[in-house]
């Protein structure tokens, strides 16, 4: 396990620590990249978990999955395609529409899509 020892600093807009194998990491793209990824990885729990429970149907989960799982593809690029990574969002927010219970799924892509369009 990495830690930072940061008694005392001050800082003055973003910081990004880094440890372990620092290759695997796009040091380029800030922490914003790395919180839209956070953020898709979470959404795809909160879609199996609601698919699990049946507030969702499996078959719908999966497609909706299928998507945002392009999109973390796509936004994992060393020059992701913003284009494309939304469309992939678009398409999930489409499937979920359908679904009362997919309500606060289809809000959080939406929140995603105009988080990318600053970040990629």
Known sequence: ??????????????????????????????NDQAALLAELERLKA????????????????TDADYQVSKALNQARQPKPDRS?????L??????????TAGAGLVTALGKLAEMAQEVL
């Open 1 to 30: 396990m990495t830690t930072f020892n940061q008694e005392g600093q001050t800082i003055h807009g973003t910081q990004t620590n880094i440890g372990g194998d620092v290759g695997q990491v796009n040091v380029g793209a800030g």
């Open 46 to 61: 909160e879609l199996a978990k609601a698919g699990q429970r049946g507030e969702i149907d499996q078959e719908l989960a």
């Open 84 to 88: 494309r990574f939304l469309d992939h």
């Open 90 to 99: 678009n398409r999930a927010q489409d499937l979920l529409k359908t679904v």
